[in-house]
T-cell receptor, first 113, second 113 residues
Framework: SAVISQKPSRDICQRGTSLTIQCQVDSQVTMMFWYRQQPGQSLTLIAT?????????ESGFVIDKFPISRPNLTFSTLTVSNMSPEDSSIYLC??????????FGQGTRLTVV | DQQVKQNSPSLSVQEGRISILNCDYTNSMFDYFLWYKKYPAEGPTFLISISSIKDKNEDGRFTVFLNKSAKHLSLHIVPSQPGDSAVYFCAASRTGSARQLTFGSGTQLTVLP
């Protein structure tokens, strides 16, 4: 299983600002994924971070709001831009396992005030 | 449209008894199903999975049953232990989806000592 480290683990941000979340994996992986878990809700896929090309976004998520970088096979960042209180969520990085199961980082708990 | 549904937001079980968590799905293209456990302030942890070619998979105290005709799966935990208290998410994926997962809304399991 992959070991995934996310930074920061939590943050409180002012509305209108941006926060960049980092995800570091201890081995090279082809695909990395970013999920969001809003309070009391399930995990929703934001986008797939592709190395060497633009991220692939799910319906309802756009690059201007959630720009993603993937400079190499072990690292990715997700930026939450121009934040509003509705962006308060847990943001999770994940990578695929060998048999389709995904492994997750510990998450970043974001509160926008 | 929720493609993966967990209709019970919470479940309480006595220590030593069986816990049964249920999950329904609507997308017939799903062919791989997973259960994750999540503690507060941690990312989801993979628990057990099942391919659509099987109807049962067992790993220690955990057994997952799949009923394809009913589009229903369940997770059985026997015997339940207080350390099993967590939120359990059902997830599904389909071949060619690059291991992207669709999650249910989760069930909070509380095992009472």
């Amino acid at each position: 299983s992959a070991v995934i480290s996310q930074k920061p683990s939590r943050d409180i941000c002012q509305r209108g600002t941006s926060l960049t979340i980092q995800c570091q994996v201890d081995s090279q992986v082809t695909m990395m994924f970013w999920y969001r878990q809003q309070p009391g809700q399930s995990l929703t896929l934001i986008a797939t971070a592709n190395q060497g090309s633009e991220a692939t976004y799910e319906s309802g998520f756009v690059i201007d709001k959630f720009p993603i970088s993937r400079p190499n096979l072990t690292f990715s960042t997700l930026t939450v831009s121009n934040m509003s209180p509705e962006d308060s969520s847990i943001y999770l990085c994940s990578v695929g396992g060998q048999r389709t199961e995904a492994f997750f980082g510990q998450g970043t708990r974001l509160t926008v005030v | 449209d929720q493609q993966v549904k967990q209709n019970s937001p919470s479940l309480s079980v006595q220590e030593g008894r069986i816990s049964i968590l249920n999950c329904d799905y609507t997308n017939s293209m799903f062919d791989y199903f997973l259960w994750y456990k999540k503690y507060p302030a941690e990312g989801p942890t993979f628990l057990i999975s099942i391919s659509s070619i099987k109807d049962k998979n067992e790993d220690g105290r955990f057994t997952v049953f799949l009923n394809k005709s009913a589009k229903h799966l369940s997770l059985h935990i026997v015997p339940s232990q207080p350390g099993d208290s967590a939120v359990y998410f059902c997830a599904a994926s389909r071949t060619g989806s690059a291991r992207q997962l669709t999650f249910g809304s989760g069930t909070q399991l509380t095992v009472l000592p």
